[in-house]
């Protein structure tokens, strides 16, 4: 069975930092597209950021452009989204997800002072 499961989320001040990692099993990591997304508290799914089956294309959100870095370690089945310069208007779930759209548990992240 495809998991996928985030993890790293966290409370942080504005201004500050997290890194989120997302473990993948049950499929061939490396093959895939993968994307992270995030939901704010009532309201609906925000794509974030992509990133290529090999992770040398990615692409962004505006909303994140500049702040956030999407990655991969194909070895160890893993994607990262590296969060700098955090505002309160990136509080929410943040998900994984493949591009037939499975996505496991999310991580909270909340950005508050």
């Known amino acids: 069975d495809v998991q996928l499961q985030a993890s790293g989320g966290g409370l942080v001040q504005p201004g500050g930092s997290l890194r989120l990692s997302c473990a993948g099993s049950?499929?061939?990591?490396?093959?895939?597209?993968m994307s992270w997304l995030r939901q704010a508290p009532g309201k609906g799914f925000e794509w974030v950021s992509n990133?290529?089956?090999?992770?040398?294309?990615?692409s962004s959100a505006d909303s994140v452009k500049g702040r956030f870095t999407i990655s991969r370690d194909n070895a160890k089945a893993t994607l990262f989204l590296q969060m700098n310069s955090l505002k309160p208007e990136d509080t929410g779930v943040y998900y994984c997800r493949l591009p037939a759209g499975q996505r496991g548990q999310g991580t909270q992240v909340t950005v508050s002072s």
């Open positions: 990133i290529s089956g090999g992770g040398g294309l990615t």
């Open positions: 049950g499929f061939t990591f490396s093959s895939y597209a």
